[in-house]
T-cell receptor, first 112, second 116 residues
């Protein structure tokens, strides 16, 4: 039973363009959503998060959008840079809990 | 990776041997989490510990796996009598508190266990 789904295993984007990574969830009780970025042979690194009471959070080139009615969130990276090539994980958590529920990840490839 | 230290980075064991994975959390963090990642999959929660206490081990296999976080020293994930299916990347994370929406977990670089 996958509560957090990332349906695109990989995504290829031209350098300078916008990258859009998607994530769907099934549990309406989630209070907080996080995006992590992972390079090969390294652990995940926290990137950006959003509370369920908001619909947008922005940090530099990264913006996360949340659509609660559709149970969907997306991460926008603009402009995309070569160093953004990595695997991006979406994760969700309930305020009453500590377990991060993870998606399977999307591998982003930025083409020069 | 924000100061969470895991060692060894790579561990090779033969079937039936024991594997010991170590994790030192970030300074000031008393909450430690262990995750396992199989190829092509996301991270799967294994166990959550505070100093000297196991809070939740619902993600741990019932046999052969154990974890501890002693008062002094690193957290240890121990796998006895390893089998090939235990081959995976094991990640440790730490956080300053255990619950709440601001409870961001910071990860170590992981230990890659290979069972021959």
């Amino acid at each position: 039973d996958q509560q957090v789904k990332q349906n695109s295993p990989s995504l290829s984007v031209q350098e300078g363009r916008i990258s859009i990574l998607n994530c769907d969830y099934t549990n309406s009780m989630f209070d907080y959503f996080l995006w992590y970025k992972k390079y090969p042979a390294e652990g995940p690194t926290f990137l950006i998060s959003i509370s369920s009471i908001k619909d947008k959070n922005e940090d530099g080139r990264f913006t996360v959008f949340l659509n609660k009615s559709a149970k969907h969130l997306s991460l926008h990276i603009v402009p995309s840079q070569p160093g953004d090539s990595a695997v991006y994980f979406c994760a969700a958590v309930m305020d009453s809990n500590y377990q991060l529920i993870w998606g399977a990840g999307t591998k982003l490839i930025i083409k020069p | 990776n924000a100061g969470v230290m895991q060692n060894p980075r790579h561990l090779v064991r033969r079937r039936g041997q024991e594997a010991r994975l170590r994790c030192s959390p970030m300074k000031g963090h008393s909450h430690v989490y262990w995750y396992r990642q199989l190829p092509e999959e996301g991270l799967k929660f294994m166990v959550y510990l505070q100093k000297e206490n196991i809070i939740d081990e619902s993600g741990m296999p019932k046999e052969r796996f154990s974890a501890e976080f002693p008062k002094e020293g690193p957290s240890i994930l121990r796998i006895q009598q390893v089998v090939r299916g235990d081959s995976a990347a094991y990640f440790c994370a730490s956080s300053p508190r255990g619950r709440g929406v601001k409870n961001i977990q910071y990860f170590g670089a992981g230990t890659r266990l290979s069972v021959l």
